[in-house]
């Protein structure tokens, strides 16, 4: 659960418990003016809370072409995701949540799929996680990179850290909740069109074992943004 830089690579153990509320540290960052968007117009939908408790991997596929969208200040700013990750809980050694552990940091990726899961990369790149199937199953899945709206460079939100920072999530979101009335949404199009979608092993968790090998990366074939090896 990298970017392309080293992540904590923590292991421990621990009693599965219920989830506390999530603790936020931080203050959320004003978005980039120039990927204001209007949903409406896009004809974007929000999905409904039993899009995110489905298999990690399915939603890992299904939030390709979808939005990635924020309200700040009465109006929306947005980004085509293009590229994602999958992590799997406790038995995959590249998750937070690897053999149960369980911290004041990690505790929002317990929560009921649908809620978002921030955590921060050598102090300064945040990365959003979409958090996937029931309650204290500890899946989710990373958002690696974005599409901005037309004209704008391909590449500006290629990566976790860029499209998160293009944005203003920071960690002091993680645990708010997507499905809710909350200003961090996920929007997909009504008649979304299919677009090719690749698979191949995840970035940056060479320490992960087996793990490592393992296709859980997605991203959309013709995208320029994807952020790395296609």
Same mark, same amino acid.
């Given at each position: 659960m990298q970017e392309s830089v080293q992540k904590e690579n923590s292991r421990g153990g621990g009693k599965r418990v219920?989830?506390?509320?999530?603790?936020?540290?931080g203050v959320s960052?004003?978005?980039?003016?120039?990927?204001?968007?209007?949903?409406?117009?896009?004809?974007?939908?929000?999905?409904? !809370?039993?899009?995110?408790?489905?298999?990690?991997?399915?939603?890992?596929?299904?939030?390709?072409?979808?939005?990635?969208?924020? !309200?700040f200040r009465g109006k929306?700013? =947005?980004?085509?995701?293009?590229?994602?990750?999958?992590?799997?809980?406790?038995?995959?050694?590249?998750?937070?949540?690897?053999?149960?552990? *369980?911290?004041? !940091?990690?505790?929002p990726m317990y929560a009921d799929g649908g809620h978002l899961y921030v955590f921060l990369v050598y102090g300064m790149h945040h990365c959003a996680n979409v958090v996937t199937r029931e309650e204290g199953t500890g899946q989710a899945v990373l958002l690696r990179a974005g599409e901005p709206p037309g004209g704008l460079p391909a590449r500006l939100l290629s990566g976790p850290?860029?499209?998160? +920072? =293009?944005?203003g999530i920071t960690v002091a979101d993680s645990g708010r909740d997507l499905a809710g009335a909350g200003p961090i949404r996920i929007f997909r199009r009504r008649r979304a069109r299919r677009s090719r979608i690749?698979?191949?092993?995840?970035? =940056?968790?060479?320490?992960? =074992?087996?793990? +490592? +090998?393992?296709?859980?990366?997605?991203?959309?074939?013709?995208?320029?943004?994807?952020?790395?090896? *296609?």
């Open positions: 219920r989830p506390r509320a999530p603790i936020r540290h960052r004003p978005p980039d003016p120039r990927l204001r968007i209007e949903p409406e117009a896009l004809g974007l939908l929000e999905p409904p !809370r039993s899009f995110y408790r489905r298999e990690t991997i399915s939603v890992a596929k299904d939030l390709l072409g979808s939005w990635l969208a924020r !309200r929306w700013y =947005g980004a085509r995701i293009v590229e994602t990750e999958a992590y799997l809980g406790i038995g995959d050694a590249a998750a937070h949540t690897w053999n149960g552990r *369980r911290t004041a !940091r990690v505790e850290g860029k499209l998160c +920072a =293009g944005l690749i698979a191949s092993p995840r970035i =940056g968790v060479d320490y992960a =074992g087996d793990a +490592a +090998a393992w296709p859980l990366r997605f991203f959309i074939s013709d995208s320029d943004a994807v952020s790395g090896k *296609r």
